[in-house]
């Protein structure tokens, strides 16, 4: 599996058609994304990132960076996510972060 992650709107998807060679129409066979937000409801973050790993690539979008919510719910949403994003890349093959664009592998190698 092939965890991507980076800020919104930074191209992790079309870098994911890139590396699976398909239109973005096609890529909801092969990828999940935003999966942040399902880490918020999950009861067990350790299945849901065996689930998860299961797909060729698995997209999260960073929403740790910055200011700190107030709100308890979103603190704990945002303690979530990063947690299953951690879970996830110990499980992946690769590990690349998305900004502007461009990717940087964190962990293993990729072949375009």
């Excluded at 980076?6 to 129409?25: D, T, W």
């Excluded at 740790?64 to 979530?80: F, K, L, N, S, Y």
């Excluded at 996830?88 to 990729?110: E, N, T, W």
Aim: glycine share 8%.
């Amino acid at each position: 599996m092939i965890f991507i992650f980076g800020p919104l709107y930074a191209g992790k998807r079309a870098f994911a058609c890139k590396l699976l060679h398909c239109q973005e129409a096609e890529l909801s066979r092969y990828a999940v994304w935003n999966v942040q937000e399902r880490a918020a409801q999950a009861q067990d973050l350790e299945k849901l990132a065996d689930e998860l790993a299961g797909y060729q690539v698995v997209i999260a979008t960073e929403i740790g960076g910055g200011i700190v919510p107030a709100d308890a719910g979103q603190r704990a949403a945002r303690e979530a996510a990063g947690r299953l994003n951690e879970l996830l890349a110990q499980r992946a093959d690769a590990v690349v972060r998305i900004f502007y664009g461009l990717p940087l592998v964190l962990k293993g190698s990729l072949s375009l």
